[in-house]
């Protein structure tokens, strides 16, 4: 193999691939980054067996060939040398992979690409399309909602469903509920349903660029793998088995208050009360309070701690119903307020043990549920 890159090219892509290189590992070509010429590009590729990243990028080709290099040296060095050409050059006999740069002369110990597990070469022609900023936005506001507690594994992932041009992610923790739908540009010719480790969704949304540019999704059948890709990167995550829970069952159909507040002034409340909540048990109180002719509506949000001390904000609002006192996790409050991204968002309410439902005024395609923690006496 004799190949040359740019530096920030090869720094971009080392960097893009990096995060799926196994950090502990006994095999040690997993503690490595393929670097394998690929029909006039460069290919760099990295896996911990359950995600493996892909990057392509521009190069200037000689000789083809393939190895893998240790990540963690290679992505070093490769960040110290100068701005420009770098120059490679690898010795198959001795598995070493020399590395020029300016007046940079390197040799680095590799392993041969035999020994590095297959990546899969997906069909994308029955995929689906997405747009990236949209699945982007798709993401972020279901992926925080998932469990990171292992001894539930399907609740550490999301579900996905795809029917016609309508795709569903959904993710639980237990303690809420995060549901987004999007309507696909381009109708999808078949249906789709799996539960994607929610790791792997946020390392999609970290890689797959932003813009006007599309990522395809593909589940290769039998293979309990998804694949989503784009011109220059392709992440394959395996799936979740199991089933996931009805989450339709845990939306409130009804509700007896609904509480109409800005966004931005419930998050910097929200904010405010969990400097002292954070201390105890997270809970803040909410007492929502409808107006008359005379006043608006209010919802005072309090937390206290017997270290700290304790925190009142009050925000107005505009308030359908029956005042209601009612206590949730405030970093759960705060976390789906972070990704509402309207400028109002509604909070509807049955009775201070049931839970309370937000959705986003203008924005039909997300709804978030969280359950109310008990007041005490």
């Given at each position: 193999m004799k190949v040359s890159v740019l530096q920030e090219n090869l720094a971009h892509g080392l960097g893009i691939v990096s995060r799926a290189?196994?950090?502990?590992?006994?095999?040690?070509?997993?503690?490595?980054?393929?670097?394998?010429?690929?029909?006039g590009r460069l290919r760099l590729s990295a896996t911990n067996l359950e995600i493996g990243i892909t990057c392509w990028i521009g190069a200037k080709i000689s000789d083809e060939g393939s190895t893998t290099v240790p990540a963690r040296t290679f992505a070093d060095l490769v960040g110290t040398l100068p701005d420009g050409q770098v120059d490679m050059d690898l010795v198959v006999q001795t598995q070493t992979l020399h590395v020029r740069s300016g007046t940079s002369n390197t040799?680095?110990?590799?392993?041969?690409?035999?020994?590095?597990?297959?990546?899969?070469?997906?069909?994308?022609?029955?995929?689906?399309?997405?747009?990236?900023?949209?699945?982007?936005?798709?993401?972020?506001?279901?992926?925080?909602?998932a469990s990171s507690d292992e001894a539930r594994p399907v609740l550490t992932g999301v579900l996905l469903t795809v029917e016609d041009?309508?795709?569903?992610?959904?993710?639980?923790?237990?303690?809420?509920?995060?549901?987004?739908?999007?309507?696909?540009?381009?109708?999808?010719?078949?249906?789709?349903?799996?539960?994607?480790?929610?790791?792997?969704?946020?390392?999609?949304?970290?890689?797959?660029?932003?813009?006007?540019?599309?990522?395809?999704?593909?589940?290769?059948?039998?293979?309990?793998?998804?694949?989503?890709?784009?011109?220059?990167?392709?992440?394959?995550?395996?799936?979740?088995?199991?089933?996931?829970?009805?989450?339709?069952?845990?939306?409130?159909?009804?509700?007896?208050?609904?509480?109409?507040?800005?966004?931005?002034?419930?998050?910097?409340?929200?904010?405010?009360?969990?400097?002292?909540?954070?201390?105890?048990?997270?809970?803040?109180?909410?007492?929502?309070?409808?107006?008359?002719?005379?006043?608006?509506?209010?919802?005072e949000i309090s937390a206290q701690s017997e270290e700290t001390g304790s925190s009142e904000a009050v925000v107005e609002a505009t308030i359908e119903g029956q005042p209601v006192l009612i206590a949730f996790n405030v970093r759960y409050l705060r976390e789906v307020l972070d990704v509402v991204g309207t400028p109002n968002v509604a909070l509807e309410t049955t009775a201070a043990a049931a839970p309370g439902l937000i959705r986003p005024m203008g924005d039909d395609g997300f709804l978030h549920v969280i359950m109310p923690m008990h007041l005490g006496g």
């Open positions: 290189v196994a950090p502990r590992t006994t095999l040690p070509v997993l503690a490595n980054v393929l670097v394998a010429t690929d029909e040799d680095i110990k590799c392993i041969d690409a035999q020994e590095f597990p297959p990546m899969p070469v997906p069909d994308l022609r029955d995929g689906v399309v997405f747009n990236v900023s949209d699945l982007r936005e798709m993401i972020k506001q279901v992926v925080f909602a041009n309508l795709v569903t992610m959904a993710a639980a923790d237990g303690f809420r509920l995060s549901v987004r739908k999007a309507e696909l540009s381009q109708g999808s010719a078949q249906s789709m349903k799996a539960i994607i480790p929610a790791r792997a969704l946020n390392e999609l949304a970290r890689i797959a660029g932003d813009g006007d540019d599309t990522v395809t999704m593909s589940l290769p059948p039998g293979r309990g793998q998804v694949i989503f890709r784009t011109d220059d990167v392709e992440l394959t995550s395996q799936l979740i088995e199991g089933s996931f829970p009805d989450f339709e069952q845990i939306i409130p159909v009804m509700h007896n208050t609904r509480t109409v507040v800005s966004s931005a002034a419930f998050l910097k409340a929200c904010k405010q009360a969990e400097i002292f909540a954070r201390d105890g048990s997270h809970i803040a109180r909410l007492n929502i309070t409808p107006g008359d002719e005379l006043q608006p509506g209010s919802v």
